[in-house]
């Protein structure tokens, strides 16, 4: 199984500035079968980021992914008030396609 | 415009079976693997199961392996998660998902077990 771990746990940051978020593989993710998602309380989860890169449809390019093998980050610049929110990474690369434990994006 | 539509959510005792459904519209759900999704009360997203499109691979989280089956029926557009011998810690809102690069997801069902 391979195991995500988000960090920070929690990011303090003000709007206009820009967010970096990590999340680490246990094992290396082959085809970057990598995703980034944004909840918000009571909503669904929302596709940002899949390919470890590819913007989801709709997407700002305020937010992109990077990253390879078993490092991944997010970054978000020039945060907007809408992106305080939590946000999970998932691979889907193989069976259980486990899920981050989220990082939560707060105002500072 | 895509819709997934989770449907028999609700209250159960411990031990007792619920089936959930998803119904798609708005895109070629035949063609795609979909997926069921959970998140208990305050916590994060849990993976459950997924299944191919022709229905060839179903996987599941080992915490639910032996209780639960996912099926689809293409020709209704309609996915499903048979939940048996269902426990406290199965209690969430349980999503579905399409293939995730398509990135579509419902609202969710509320499972509440509890006696």
């Known amino acids: 199984e391979i195991v995500l771990t988000q960090s920070p746990g929690t990011l303090s940051l003000s709007p206009g500035e820009r967010a970096t978020l990590s999340c680490r593989a246990s094992q290396s993710v082959t085809n970057s079968y990598l995703a980034w998602y944004q909840q918000k309380p009571g909503q669904a989860p929302r596709l940002l980021i899949y390919g470890a890169s590819s913007r989801a449809t709709g997407i700002p390019d305020r937010f992109s992914g990077s990253g390879s093998g078993t490092d991944f980050t997010l970054t978000i610049n020039r945060l907007e008030p809408e992106d305080f929110a939590v946000y999970y990474c998932q691979q889907y690369d193989s069976s259980p396609y486990t899920f981050g434990q989220g990082t939560k994006l707060e105002i500072k | 415009q895509v819709h997934l539509v989770e449907s028999g959510g609700g209250v159960v005792q411990p031990g007792r079976s619920l089936r959930l459904s998803c119904a798609a519209s708005?895109?070629?759900?035949?063609?795609?693997?979909m997926h069921w999704v959970r998140q208990a009360p305050g916590k994060g997203l849990e993976w459950v199961a997924s299944m191919w499109s022709d229905g060839s691979n179903k996987y599941y989280a080992d915490s639910v392996k032996g209780r639960f089956t996912i099926s689809r029926d293409n020709s209704k557009n309609t996915l499903y998660l048979q939940m048996n011998s269902l426990r406290a810690e199965d209690t969430a809102v349980y999503y579905c998902?399409?293939?995730?690069?398509?990135?579509?997801w419902g609202q969710g069902t509320l499972v509440t077990v509890s006696s």
């Open positions: 708005g895109f070629t759900f035949s063609r795609y693997v």
């Open positions: 998902a399409s293939q995730v690069a398509l990135g579509y």
